[in-house]
């Protein structure tokens, strides 16, 4: 997906996906969401756990 550096407008939804291999199966997974790739501004995150 090309969507990785797409603006998103306020109250707008963008569809993305990224894979990455996990160490374990117990540890939960933190998202974190930055304002832009030039800042650590984290507007929004959540921990996913692991089934």
Known sequence: MNTQT???KTGAT???AVSY????DE???TLSF??????N????QEA???K
């Open 41 to 44: 501004e984290v507007i929004a």
């Open 6 to 8: 797409q603006q998103i």
């Open 27 to 29: 540890t939960p997974v």
């Open 34 to 39: 930055e304002k832009n790739m030039m800042s």
């Open 14 to 16: 963008a569809e993305n």
């Open 21 to 24: 291999e996990l160490t374990d």
């Open 48 to 50: 996913f756990n692991i």
